[in-house]
Nanobody
């Protein structure tokens, strides 16, 4: 199983980026999907989540600026990030709950991360 995140880059404050994360490999189902981020010298923090049914939740710090969505047919989760500011600079990681075999539980899997740098 592999989670491949992409879409990071350098953007000026006030700009936008769209991150993508594709899940591939041998699994039965994709459950909830999330984005986390880790800024230099800080702990990883949760950013947003979307359930298999499309229910979304956001950290207060990104609410109203970020939008999480998913394309279940493509096993892909997106994070549209608008009104970016330098405090959003971080490595962004996707996480997906995957059912590897029927009769077992969903288990969280991490992607490799994509760097977002916001310049002032």
């Amino acid at each position: 199983v592999q989670l491949q995140a992409s879409g990071g880059g350098l953007v000026q404050a006030g700009g936008s980026l769209r991150l993508s994360c594709v899940v591939s490999g041998n699994f039965r189902r994709v459950g909830g999907m999330s984005w986390y981020r880790q800024a230099p010298g800080k702990q990883r923090e949760w950013v947003a989540a979307i359930s298999s049914g499309g229910v979304t939740n956001y950290a207060d710090i990104v609410k109203g600026r970020f939008d999480i969505s998913r394309d279940s047919a493509k096993n892909t989760v997106y994070l549209q990030m608008d009104s970016l500011n330098p405090e959003d600079t971080a490595v962004y990681y996707c996480n997906a709950d995957l059912l590897l075999s029927f009769g077992r539980s969903f288990v969280g899997h991490w992607g490799q991360g994509t760097l977002v740098t916001v310049s002032s």
